[in-house]
């Protein structure tokens, strides 16, 4: 008697390799549509450097971020130094020290500096591109109190009729005034400076009048324009620093945080205070012991105010959007096979990359649109075009209304619930982890009673009637 396999051991072999080969395609589907997905995240990179380029445009004539830095007093001093030079005494050669006098400079920051600053941004285009950008007028006042002394050097051997001011501008091409500057009832012009430390105190003021004193009060009204962020470097002992301006969304940033702050719709008003304890320069010091060009450098590092940030653009949105990109195949692809195994449905492998391909689209379709529209009604019109376009497409296999209306709810859940993460980036983990624990209980609710070991059944039905017994 020949032993033949049973027919009921044979069919659950099909629906067993059939469940496995439908979630193994469904797998290879969602890696495969990462492809279309990164050539989009391609196209993003590519207008963003389209709008970075047209940016750097307009900063380059109008002026870019700007930083503030002194007024810096210099004040030339004379010292000694041995020079040794060859003698012949005798018919022998010694070494003879000689004194002579050289020349520096030494370098003085206020002691008190307080910054009194109104900005106003505006909105420059280029093209489809813009760039914000800013007039800002400074007041600042304050005093010296240079100590010689402690510096080492003797008071008579200072220069005071060779006395200046440097004044540092991050970017001199956006410099639109500089007022007279007044110190110890004397009054001075800036101008370009000729030194060797111009690249990083490009203006320069010749005192005259002065004869030193134990404090030299100090007034100038600086008016710039830049691009972006505009800052102040602490070179106070003590700075106070107050920024006013009508923009509604600052973002404060740099070495320190404003101690008082008022944001509203009508613009903000900010006050930073600074102590020469959390610096990490000297208040004075002479170019015989470090380079004026390094030191302010240093120097810019403290400095601290605001930028003049944007509402997330379309392409911040859209690329933060990407990132879900994996669980939008996830979802969908998802309610699908619940479909096969509940309404025992065949979806065609096909059919399931159209769909997705359309997931795809909307990427593309949501950038495109944000370039001319609105975020939000960017957003909206992509998402409903591709819901739109899902919902009818899935219509024609998924042989009930009911179903597409599923789908159709699906989409617009996901598309909401996205934007939502898209627009409260603090929440964005947990509206993420919720969304997946509600989607997760959906999926174990609707498959409680399927009988896994039947899935499939149809289908291997279906084969077995195509090959007749006995052949």
């Known amino acids: 008697m020949n032993s033949l396999p049973a027919p009921n051991l044979l069919d659950a072999a099909r629906r067993r390799l059939y469940l496995f080969l439908k979630i193994a395609s469904i797998c290879v589907l969602i890696g495969l549509l990462h492809i279309p997905l990164a050539m989009t995240s391609g196209v993003l990179r590519e207008r963003q450097s389209y709008q970075a380029a047209a940016t750097e445009t307009i900063a380059s004539t109008w002026g870019r971020e700007q930083c503030l830095l002194g007024p810096v007093l210099a004040v030339p001093y004379d010292y000694n130094v041995k020079v040794f030079r060859s003698k012949t005494v005798d018919a022998r050669v010694v070494q003879v020290a000689d004194v002579e006098v050289a020349s520096a400079t030494a370098y003085f920051l206020p002691e008190e500096l307080t910054v009194n600053g109104t900005v106003a941004p505006e909105v420059r285009r280029r093209g489809i591109y813009e760039a914000v950008v800013y007039h800002a007028s400074a007041q600042l006042s304050g005093r010296w109190r240079p100590d010689f002394a402690a510096a080492g050097i003797e008071a008579d051997r200072v220069h005071w009729e060779k ?259 898209l627009q409260s980036q603090d929440y964005a983990l947990l509206a993420g982890t919720a969304a997946l624990f509600v989607a997760l209980g959906l999926v174990m609710f609707f498959t409680r009673r399927i009988d896994w070991g039947t899935v499939g059944a149809a289908d291997a039905a279906h084969s077995s009637a195509a090959t007749p017994e006995g052949r």
Request: net charge positive; aromatic share 12%.
């Open 163 to 421: 006395a200046r001011v440097h004044l540092g501008v991050s970017d001199v091409h956006g410099i639109r005034a500089v007022g007279a500057l007044q110190v110890g009832g004397n009054e001075a012009t800036f101008e370009p400076s000729d030194s060797s430390s111009a690249s990083a105190l490009p203006l320069v003021a010749k005192l005259r009048g002065l004869t030193g004193g134990d404090a030299l009060e100090f007034a100038v009204t600086v008016e710039t324009q830049g691009s972006s962020r505009i800052t102040v470097a602490p070179t106070g002992k003590a700075t106070t620093v107050t920024l006013a301006s009508a923009w509604p969304d600052p973002s404060f940033d740099g070495a320190a945080l404003p101690v008082e702050r008022s944001v509203s719709p009508a613009g903000f008003q900010a006050r930073w205070q600074s102590s020469h304890l959390s610096r990490g320069f000297p208040q004075h010091w002479t170019d015989r012991q470090v380079n004026t060009d390094e030191l302010t450098a240093r120097i810019k590092t403290a400095s601290f105010g605001v930028t003049f940030a944007r509402p997330i653009d379309g392409y911040g949105m859209t690329h933060r959007a990407q990132k879900y990109g994996t669980l939008f195949f996830v979802l969908t692809f998802t309610v699908f096979f619940l479909f096969e195994v509940i309404a025992q449905l065949r979806i065609h492998w096909l059919q399931y990359a159209l769909v997705g391909a359309a997931l795809c689209l909307f990427f593309l379709a949501f950038l495109a649109l944000s370039e001319f529209w609105p975020t939000g009604a960017a957003y909206a019109t992509a998402a409903a075009a591709c819901t739109l376009m899902i919902s009818l497409y899935t219509h024609t296999f998924l042989r009930a209304g009911r179903r597409t209306l599923v789908v159709l709810g699906g989409l617009v859940a996901t598309y909401a619930y996205l934007y939502f993460v």
